[in-house]
C-alpha cells in the first residue's frame, strides 16, 4: 500500500522537471518507505537510481 506521500512524491516531481541533471539524496531513519518511495516515482521513467545498502 503506498499512502500519504503525496507531498514527497511532488516535490520528487518538481525536481525532475527542472530541466537539468539532479543529484538526490533520500535519507531517514529506517523502514519507512524510503526505497518504496522513489520505486514508486521512478516507475515508468527513464533515469538511474543507485541504492546503497550500507553506510560506514
Not at 31 to 43: A, M, P
Request: positive net charge; aromatic residues 8%; proline residues 0%.
Amino acid at each position: 500500500m503506498f499512502i500519504n506521500r503525496e507531498d514527497e512524491l511532488r516535490a520528487l516531481e518538481r525536481r525532475s522537471q527542472s530541466g537539468r541533471g539532479e543529484f538526490l539524496v533520500v535519507w531517514g531513519r529506517r523502514r519507512v518507505g524510503k526505497t518504496e518511495l522513489l520505486s514508486h516515482f521512478l516507475e515508468g521513467r527513464r533515469g538511474v537510481h543507485f541504492e546503497a545498502t550500507e553506510c560506514l
